[in-house]
């Protein structure tokens, strides 16, 4: 069993910063890839970064430069580094990994950019 836990979200201005995290439960999480997804209002959920357990990266485009993920194995957590906020980024923010073909989500965390 997957536990998936996010935090740091919250009210921002626009070219602000913040930080999100991700703790997980679990024995596999240091093997395991995980991602960020965002969902906004009235759109689909989208995948905006994702993390190999080698610690390899791969970004959405419109977030490329501005976000960073990283992870902390011996924290088992992730984190989602957000600079130069723009409203279009608000949404609320979901932790996703996978393992034996179960997908794991967390119930996330909700980001506001002000204009």
């Known amino acids: 069993q997957v536990q998936l836990v996010e935090s740091g979200g919250g009210l921002v201005q626009a070219g602000g910063s913040l930080r999100l995290s991700c703790a997980a439960s679990g024995t596999i999480f240091s093997i395991a890839a995980m991602d960020w997804y965002r969902q906004a209002p009235g759109k689909q959920r989208e995948l905006v970064a994702a993390?190999?357990?080698?610690?390899?990266?791969n970004y959405a485009d419109s977030v490329k430069g501005r976000f960073t993920i990283s992870r902390d194995n011996t924290k088992n957590t992730v984190y989602l580094q957000m600079n130069s906020l723009k409203p279009e980024d608000t949404g609320v923010y979901y932790c996703k990994t996978e393992w034996d073909s179960i997908r794991y989500w967390g119930k996330g965390t909700l980001v506001t950019v002000s204009s």
């Open positions: 993390i190999t357990s080698g610690s390899s990266t």
